[in-house]
């Protein structure tokens, strides 16, 4: 029901445009939020976005002021713009959904997730 897509091969400083496609119902009244994953670690929070057409974000302190989301809720999709991009953000990124409430940053609150999309940043 969530899918992501976009990923792929940059370089570090270089730029890519994560999307989440969602279908099965309306996801236009959840909120939406993007995590990743290495090898061996746990899943990483990385933004957050709510379902009143992004009123309010959140990113994690890794991210602020490099990567924005972004939802269209007209075509139930979720974006993530990833700049400035280094090695460390190579991971595989997913998009999750879950009932509105407080923007979390838990992967354990999410109820819905896609398979992931994976980015790799050469340095």
């Known amino acids: 029901q969530l899918q992501a897509s976009g990923g792929g091969l940059v370089q570090a400083g270089g730029s890519l445009r994560l999307s989440c496609a969602a279908s099965g119902r309306d996801f236009s009244n959840y909120d939406m939020g993007w995590f990743r994953q290495t090898p061996g670690k746990e899943r990483e929070f990385v933004a957050v976005i709510n379902w009143w057409i992004g009123r309010r974000t959140s990113n994690a302190d890794s991210v602020k002021g490099r990567f924005i989301i972004s939802r269209n809720n007209a075509k139930n999709m979720v974006y993530l713009q990833m700049n400035s991009l280094i090695p460390e953000d190579a991971a595989i990124y997913y998009c999750?959904?879950?009932?509105?409430?407080?923007?979390?940053?838990?992967?354990?609150?999410?109820?819905?997730w896609g398979q992931g999309t994976q980015v790799t940043v050469s340095s």
């Open positions: 999750a959904a879950r009932t509105p409430s407080r923007l979390s940053d838990d992967a354990t609150d999410y109820d819905y």
